[in-house]
T-cell receptor, first 116, second 109 residues
């Protein structure tokens, strides 16, 4: 099993350009998340999904959109990139079953995005 | 805003010593988790403690939870150079996990 796979791993954008980050998981997890990590700020939740076809806003959703058309994929879009979106982006997933110990998150290896 | 706040922000110890990190949070939780992040990598789950538990062990890890004080601590015993990483606590609500800013641990040989 690959676990959680993020593509691309690195990307440089110019201000105003758009791009989509792809997250794929092969663990049949219901819940998927997008976080951004900035120095000194820890991880902040951008958007999340509790199932196919559903999405919800997290702590810092402005400037991002997401889609969960298939259970295994969660896409994060930047329609018009800004320098403030320079960050490392992490995708994560987990089971929905809250009666077990399987509430832990499984993380991808991250996407380093620079917006010039 | 961040739910959990780790303390200290950075910790430097020698191999063989114990490392203790603390986490404080603000609202009620279902459970609290600790994660490790090696430089440039994704986070890896270490241990989960439920709101009705007070202490939990896993190998060299010991986690405590005090819901009355809204705090948790992670103890790593007999630290190794390979334990060098950032450590994050995450508080679990209904659907989401909220992470603190982390403690950077450096273990010197």
């Amino acid at each position: 099993n690959a676990g959680v796979t993020q593509t691309p791993k690195f990307r440089v954008l110019k201000t105003g350009q758009s791009m989509t980050l792809l997250c794929a998981q092969d663990m049949n997890h219901e819940y998927m998340y997008w976080y951004r990590q900035d120095p000194g700020m820890g991880l902040r939740l951008i958007h999340y999904s509790v199932g196919e076809g559903t999405t919800a806003k997290g702590e810092v959703p402005d400037g991002y959109n997401v889609s969960r058309l298939k259970k295994q994929n969660f896409l994060l879009g930047l329609e018009s990139a800004a320098p403030s979106q320079t960050s490392v982006y992490f995708c994560a997933s987990r089971n929905r079953d809250r009666t077990s110990t399987n509430e832990k998150l499984f993380f991808g290896s991250g996407t380093q995005l620079s917006v010039l | 805003s961040q739910q959990g706040e780790e303390d200290p922000q950075a910790l430097s110890i020698q191999e063989g010593e114990n490392a203790t990190m603390n986490c404080s949070y603000k609202t009620s939780i279902n459970n609290l988790q600790w994660y490790r992040q090696n430089s440039g990598r994704g986070l890896v789950h270490l241990i989960l403690i439920r709101s009705n538990e007070r202490e939990k062990h896993s190998g060299r890890l010991r986690v405590t939870l005090d819901t009355s004080k809204k705090s948790s601590s992670l103890l790593i015993t007999a630290s190794r150079a390979a334990d060098t990483a950032s450590y994050f606590c995450a508080t679990v609500g209904y659907s989401t996990l909220t992470f603190g800013k982390g403690t950077m641990l450096l273990v010197s040989p």
